[in-house]
Protein backbone atom coordinates (compact mmCIF):
# COMPACT_ATOMS: atom_id res chain seq x y z
CA UNK A 1 0.00 0.00 0.00
CA UNK A 2 1.07 3.69 -0.69
CA UNK A 3 1.37 5.36 2.82
CA UNK A 4 2.30 9.23 3.43
CA UNK A 5 3.29 10.11 6.69
CA UNK A 6 3.88 13.59 8.04
CA UNK A 7 5.66 14.83 11.57
CA UNK A 8 8.74 12.00 12.19
CA UNK A 9 9.50 13.30 15.11
CA UNK A 10 10.23 11.37 18.55
CA UNK A 11 7.25 9.57 17.93
CA UNK A 12 6.51 9.46 14.47
CA UNK A 13 9.60 8.18 13.15
CA UNK A 14 9.19 5.05 14.68
CA UNK A 15 5.63 4.70 13.68
CA UNK A 16 6.56 5.50 10.26
CA UNK A 17 9.88 3.12 10.18
CA UNK A 18 7.24 0.50 11.42
CA UNK A 19 5.45 0.75 8.51
CA UNK A 20 8.06 0.66 6.49
CA UNK A 21 9.19 -2.48 7.54
CA UNK A 22 6.16 -4.02 7.19
CA UNK A 23 6.60 -3.54 3.57
CA UNK A 24 4.93 -0.59 2.31
CA UNK A 25 5.60 2.03 0.02
CA UNK A 26 6.54 4.88 2.59
CA UNK A 27 6.39 9.10 1.55
CA UNK A 28 7.73 11.31 4.18
CA UNK A 29 7.48 14.97 5.00
CA UNK A 30 8.50 17.23 8.70
CA UNK A 31 9.32 21.03 8.31
CA UNK A 32 12.59 19.88 9.83
CA UNK A 33 13.56 17.32 6.66
CA UNK A 34 16.55 15.96 8.87
CA UNK A 35 14.13 14.47 11.23
CA UNK A 36 13.77 11.99 8.14
CA UNK A 37 17.04 11.29 7.45
CA UNK A 38 17.34 7.28 8.60
CA UNK A 39 13.68 7.04 7.01
CA UNK A 40 14.81 7.84 3.62
CA UNK A 41 18.03 6.09 4.10
CA UNK A 42 15.97 2.71 4.42
CA UNK A 43 14.01 3.50 0.87
CA UNK A 44 11.29 6.19 1.96
CA UNK A 45 10.61 8.56 -0.68
CA UNK A 46 10.83 12.19 0.44
CA UNK A 47 7.81 14.45 -0.58
CA UNK A 48 7.99 18.37 -0.59
CA UNK A 49 5.42 19.26 1.23
CA UNK A 50 2.07 17.67 2.92
CA UNK A 51 0.00 18.24 -0.71
CA UNK A 52 2.62 16.26 -2.26
CA UNK A 53 2.87 13.81 0.61
CA UNK A 54 -1.06 12.94 -0.40
CA UNK A 55 -1.08 12.85 -4.19
CA UNK A 56 1.68 9.66 -3.66
CA UNK A 57 -0.69 8.11 -0.97
CA UNK A 58 -3.82 5.79 -0.80
CA UNK A 59 -3.42 7.11 2.88
CA UNK A 60 -1.83 9.20 4.96
CA UNK A 61 -1.04 9.54 8.57
CA UNK A 62 0.38 12.81 10.70
CA UNK A 63 1.83 12.47 14.39
CA UNK A 64 2.27 16.66 14.72
CA UNK A 65 2.92 18.36 18.13
CA UNK A 66 -0.16 20.71 18.63
CA UNK A 67 -3.96 20.86 17.48
CA UNK A 68 -3.37 24.00 15.10
CA UNK A 69 -0.32 22.50 13.47
CA UNK A 70 -2.67 19.23 12.30
CA UNK A 71 -4.90 22.06 11.02
CA UNK A 72 -2.42 23.94 8.82
CA UNK A 73 -0.36 20.63 7.58
CA UNK A 74 -4.08 19.51 6.50
CA UNK A 75 -6.98 22.52 5.66
CA UNK A 76 -3.50 24.99 5.53
CA UNK A 77 -2.30 26.22 1.94
CA UNK A 78 -1.04 23.42 0.24
CA UNK A 79 -2.34 20.96 2.97
CA UNK A 80 -3.08 17.58 2.87
CA UNK A 81 -6.71 18.12 1.71
CA UNK A 82 -5.72 19.59 -1.34
CA UNK A 83 -3.95 16.68 -2.87
CA UNK A 84 -5.50 13.68 -1.68
CA UNK A 85 -8.24 11.40 -4.12
CA UNK A 86 -11.45 10.40 -3.35
CA UNK A 87 -11.76 7.20 -1.51
CA UNK A 88 -8.60 7.77 0.51
CA UNK A 89 -8.31 8.07 4.04
CA UNK A 90 -6.53 10.08 6.60
CA UNK A 91 -5.82 9.10 10.05
CA UNK A 92 -3.75 11.46 12.90
CA UNK A 93 -1.82 9.89 15.58
CA UNK A 94 -1.35 13.64 17.32
CA UNK A 95 -2.60 14.05 20.45
CA UNK A 96 -5.69 16.75 19.87
CA UNK A 97 -9.48 17.61 20.85
CA UNK A 98 -12.79 16.25 18.66
CA UNK A 99 -13.56 19.27 17.68
CA UNK A 100 -10.33 19.89 15.58
CA UNK A 101 -10.41 16.38 13.64
CA UNK A 102 -14.14 17.56 13.37
CA UNK A 103 -13.35 20.61 11.48
CA UNK A 104 -10.82 18.86 9.22
CA UNK A 105 -13.07 15.86 8.57
CA UNK A 106 -15.50 18.59 7.10
CA UNK A 107 -12.88 19.42 4.85
CA UNK A 108 -12.18 15.97 3.98
CA UNK A 109 -15.71 14.54 3.06
CA UNK A 110 -16.23 17.03 0.61
CA UNK A 111 -13.69 15.39 -1.35
CA UNK A 112 -14.74 11.97 -0.72
CA UNK A 113 -11.84 10.94 1.91
CA UNK A 114 -12.82 9.54 5.16
CA UNK A 115 -10.97 11.35 8.30
CA UNK A 116 -10.30 9.47 11.60
CA UNK A 117 -8.73 10.42 15.02
CA UNK A 118 -6.33 7.60 15.85
CA UNK A 119 -4.12 9.11 19.03
CA UNK A 120 -1.44 6.74 20.37
CA UNK A 121 -0.43 5.92 23.98
CA UNK A 122 2.78 4.13 25.39
CA UNK A 123 5.82 6.52 24.95
CA UNK A 124 8.31 6.41 22.59
CA UNK A 125 9.49 3.11 23.41
CA UNK A 126 5.95 1.86 22.77
CA UNK A 127 6.18 3.71 19.17
CA UNK A 128 9.50 1.91 18.59
CA UNK A 129 8.61 -1.51 19.75
CA UNK A 130 5.39 -1.06 18.00
CA UNK A 131 3.29 -1.59 21.57
CA UNK A 132 1.28 1.57 21.47
CA UNK A 133 -2.33 1.44 21.93
CA UNK A 134 -4.36 3.24 18.76
CA UNK A 135 -7.86 4.56 20.14
CA UNK A 136 -9.58 5.12 16.53
CA UNK A 137 -12.60 7.06 16.05
CA UNK A 138 -14.73 7.96 12.69
CA UNK A 139 -15.73 5.25 9.96
CA UNK A 140 -15.90 1.83 11.53
CA UNK A 141 -15.10 0.13 7.82
CA UNK A 142 -11.75 2.46 7.21
CA UNK A 143 -10.92 1.39 10.36
CA UNK A 144 -11.12 -2.42 9.58
CA UNK A 145 -10.28 -1.31 6.07
CA UNK A 146 -6.73 0.00 7.74
CA UNK A 147 -6.41 -2.04 10.86
CA UNK A 148 -3.60 -4.14 9.15
CA UNK A 149 -1.55 -0.95 9.05
CA UNK A 150 -2.70 0.41 12.29
CA UNK A 151 -1.48 -3.09 13.59
CA UNK A 152 2.33 -2.28 12.36
CA UNK A 153 1.82 1.07 14.71
CA UNK A 154 0.43 -0.32 17.92
CA UNK A 155 -0.67 -4.37 18.95
CA UNK A 156 -3.47 -2.40 21.19
CA UNK A 157 -4.79 -1.14 18.00
CA UNK A 158 -9.11 0.03 19.27
CA UNK A 159 -12.11 1.13 18.26
CA UNK A 160 -13.76 3.83 19.92
CA UNK A 161 -16.79 5.10 18.73
CA UNK A 162 -17.93 8.02 15.99
CA UNK A 163 -15.17 10.51 14.55
CA UNK A 164 -13.47 12.32 18.02
CA UNK A 165 -13.93 9.18 20.17
CA UNK A 166 -10.42 8.35 20.17
CA UNK A 167 -9.06 11.97 20.63
CA UNK A 168 -11.79 11.98 24.20
CA UNK A 169 -10.16 8.20 25.20
CA UNK A 170 -6.59 9.99 24.49
CA UNK A 171 -7.76 12.94 26.26
CA UNK A 172 -8.81 11.44 29.40
CA UNK A 173 -5.26 8.91 29.55
CA UNK A 174 -3.32 11.64 29.83
CA UNK A 175 -5.32 13.96 32.03
CA UNK A 176 -4.78 10.51 34.54
CA UNK A 177 -1.25 10.20 33.63
CA UNK A 178 -0.15 13.60 34.27
CA UNK A 179 -2.22 14.53 36.96
CA UNK A 180 -0.72 11.23 39.00
CA UNK A 181 2.43 13.16 37.44
CA UNK A 182 1.89 15.88 39.67
CA UNK A 183 0.40 14.29 43.10
CA UNK A 184 3.72 11.91 42.86
CA UNK A 185 5.80 14.91 43.11
CA UNK A 186 3.63 16.07 46.53
CA UNK A 187 3.43 12.79 47.85
CA UNK A 188 7.50 11.48 47.61
CA UNK A 189 8.62 15.01 48.51
CA UNK A 190 6.67 14.88 51.62
CA UNK A 191 7.44 11.19 52.52
CA UNK A 192 11.37 12.14 51.84
CA UNK A 193 11.34 14.90 54.14
CA UNK A 194 9.52 12.89 56.96
CA UNK A 195 12.97 11.01 56.46
CA UNK A 196 12.29 7.51 54.10
CA UNK A 197 14.50 7.34 51.60
CA UNK A 198 13.29 8.06 47.66
CA UNK A 199 13.75 4.44 46.79
CA UNK A 200 12.48 2.64 49.90
CA UNK A 201 9.08 5.21 49.05
CA UNK A 202 8.94 3.61 45.37
CA UNK A 203 9.64 0.00 46.49
CA UNK A 204 6.75 0.15 49.00
CA UNK A 205 4.49 1.97 47.04
CA UNK A 206 5.46 -0.43 43.77
CA UNK A 207 4.09 -3.39 45.99
CA UNK A 208 0.83 -1.10 46.89
CA UNK A 209 -2.27 0.24 45.50
CA UNK A 210 -0.59 3.31 44.98
CA UNK A 211 1.58 1.79 42.35
CA UNK A 212 1.25 3.43 38.86
CA UNK A 213 2.80 3.97 35.35
CA UNK A 214 3.61 7.58 36.12
CA UNK A 215 6.02 6.74 39.35
CA UNK A 216 7.44 3.68 37.14
CA UNK A 217 9.09 6.29 35.02
CA UNK A 218 10.97 7.53 38.26
CA UNK A 219 14.24 5.05 38.49
CA UNK A 220 15.54 5.92 34.94
CA UNK A 221 13.90 9.30 35.42
CA UNK A 222 13.88 12.10 38.16
CA UNK A 223 15.93 9.58 40.20
CA UNK A 224 19.05 9.88 38.02
CA UNK A 225 17.91 13.69 37.81
CA UNK A 226 17.43 12.43 34.10
CA UNK A 227 14.87 14.65 31.92
CA UNK A 228 16.32 13.83 28.51
CA UNK A 229 12.85 14.52 26.36
CA UNK A 230 10.07 11.46 25.14
CA UNK A 231 7.41 13.66 25.89
CA UNK A 232 8.21 17.01 26.35
CA UNK A 233 6.67 19.55 29.14
CA UNK A 234 5.22 21.78 26.56
CA UNK A 235 3.01 18.31 25.14
CA UNK A 236 2.03 17.85 29.16
CA UNK A 237 0.58 20.78 29.26
CA UNK A 238 -0.49 20.95 25.97
CA UNK A 239 -2.58 17.53 26.98
CA UNK A 240 -3.92 18.36 30.21
CA UNK A 241 -5.30 21.90 28.51
CA UNK A 242 -7.12 19.55 26.05
CA UNK A 243 -8.86 18.18 29.01
CA UNK A 244 -9.51 21.35 30.96
CA UNK A 245 -10.78 23.06 27.71
CA UNK A 246 -12.93 20.24 27.05
CA UNK A 247 -14.35 20.62 30.79
CA UNK A 248 -15.32 24.09 30.01
CA UNK A 249 -16.79 23.51 27.28
CA UNK A 250 -18.99 21.00 28.51
CA UNK A 251 -19.12 22.52 32.12
CA UNK A 252 -18.21 19.77 33.71
CA UNK A 253 -16.57 20.65 36.90
CA UNK A 254 -12.39 19.61 37.11
CA UNK A 255 -10.96 21.64 40.09
CA UNK A 256 -8.25 19.12 40.33
CA UNK A 257 -6.90 19.18 36.80
CA UNK A 258 -6.82 23.02 36.85
CA UNK A 259 -4.64 22.95 39.39
CA UNK A 260 -2.43 20.31 37.64
CA UNK A 261 -2.45 22.32 34.64
CA UNK A 262 -0.85 25.21 36.24
CA UNK A 263 1.78 23.06 37.69
CA UNK A 264 2.37 22.49 33.86
CA UNK A 265 2.45 26.00 33.44
CA UNK A 266 4.74 26.73 36.44
CA UNK A 267 7.45 24.18 34.72
CA UNK A 268 6.98 25.72 31.29
CA UNK A 269 7.66 29.58 33.05
CA UNK A 270 10.94 27.81 34.16
CA UNK A 271 12.19 27.03 31.26
CA UNK A 272 11.58 24.00 31.17
CA UNK A 273 9.25 22.87 28.37
CA UNK A 274 11.65 20.91 26.17
CA UNK A 275 12.43 19.08 29.07
CA UNK A 276 10.41 15.42 29.83
CA UNK A 277 7.19 15.75 31.27
CA UNK A 278 8.26 14.30 34.04
CA UNK A 279 10.51 17.57 34.97
CA UNK A 280 7.13 18.86 36.34
CA UNK A 281 8.38 17.45 39.71
CA UNK A 282 11.10 20.12 39.76
CA UNK A 283 8.47 22.57 40.39
CA UNK A 284 7.65 20.81 43.86
CA UNK A 285 11.31 19.90 44.22
CA UNK A 286 11.46 23.85 44.53
CA UNK A 287 8.46 24.23 46.56
CA UNK A 288 9.46 21.72 49.64
CA UNK A 289 13.41 22.33 49.19
CA UNK A 290 13.58 18.59 48.69
CA UNK A 291 14.99 16.23 45.60
CA UNK A 292 13.05 13.42 44.75
CA UNK A 293 16.05 10.80 44.39
CA UNK A 294 17.45 8.26 46.49
CA UNK A 295 20.38 8.93 49.07
CA UNK A 296 23.67 7.87 47.18
P1 LIG B 1 7.85 16.00 18.21
O1 LIG B 1 7.83 17.47 18.42
O2 LIG B 1 9.05 15.21 18.58
O3 LIG B 1 7.52 15.65 16.68
C1 LIG B 1 6.69 16.41 15.87
C2 LIG B 1 7.28 16.48 14.47
O4 LIG B 1 6.38 17.24 13.68
C3 LIG B 1 8.64 17.19 14.44
O5 LIG B 1 9.57 16.42 13.69
C4 LIG B 1 8.34 18.52 13.76
O6 LIG B 1 9.42 19.02 12.98
C5 LIG B 1 7.16 18.15 12.89
N1 LIG B 1 6.30 19.30 12.56
C6 LIG B 1 5.85 20.28 13.38
N2 LIG B 1 5.08 21.14 12.71
C7 LIG B 1 5.02 20.68 11.44
C8 LIG B 1 4.39 21.13 10.25
N3 LIG B 1 3.65 22.25 10.26
N4 LIG B 1 4.56 20.42 9.11
C9 LIG B 1 5.31 19.28 9.10
N5 LIG B 1 5.95 18.81 10.20
C10 LIG B 1 5.81 19.50 11.33
O7 LIG B 1 6.55 15.45 18.99
P2 LIG B 1 6.25 13.94 19.42
O8 LIG B 1 6.73 13.73 20.82
O9 LIG B 1 6.68 13.01 18.34
O10 LIG B 1 4.65 13.99 19.51
C11 LIG B 1 3.84 14.01 18.34
C12 LIG B 1 2.38 13.89 18.78
O11 LIG B 1 2.18 12.63 19.49
C13 LIG B 1 1.93 14.98 19.77
O12 LIG B 1 0.60 15.33 19.51
C14 LIG B 1 2.06 14.31 21.13
O13 LIG B 1 1.20 14.89 22.11
C15 LIG B 1 1.69 12.88 20.80
N6 LIG B 1 2.28 11.84 21.66
C16 LIG B 1 3.57 11.92 22.07
C17 LIG B 1 4.11 10.90 22.88
C18 LIG B 1 5.55 10.93 23.34
O14 LIG B 1 5.91 10.11 24.21
N7 LIG B 1 6.39 11.80 22.82
C19 LIG B 1 3.30 9.83 23.26
C20 LIG B 1 1.98 9.76 22.80
C21 LIG B 1 1.48 10.78 22.00
Known amino acids: MKVGFIGVGFMGRHMARNILKGGHDLTVFDINKDAAEELLSLGATWAASPR??????????????????????????GGLMSGMSSGTAYFDLSTTDPSTIK???????????????????????????????????????????????????GDK?????????GAVSKIVNNLIGLSVGVLLSEAFTMGIKAGVDAQTLFEAVSGSSGNT??????????????????????????????????????????????????RYIDAQNKGWGRLAAGAVARVQEERSGVEIKPNE
Not at 107 to 112: I, L, S
Not at 142 to 151: A, G, I, M, Q, S
Not at 157 to 165: I, N, P, R, W
Open 52 to 77: AAAQASEVVFTSLPRPQDVEEVTTGE
Open 103 to 153: RIAEAGNARGVQVLDAPVSGGTGGAEAATLCVMVGGDKDTYDKFKPVLDLI
Open 157 to 165: AMYCGGLGS
Open 213 to 262: TSMRSFPNGIFQRNFDPGFQVDLAAKDVGLATQLGRDLRVPMEMSNIAQQ
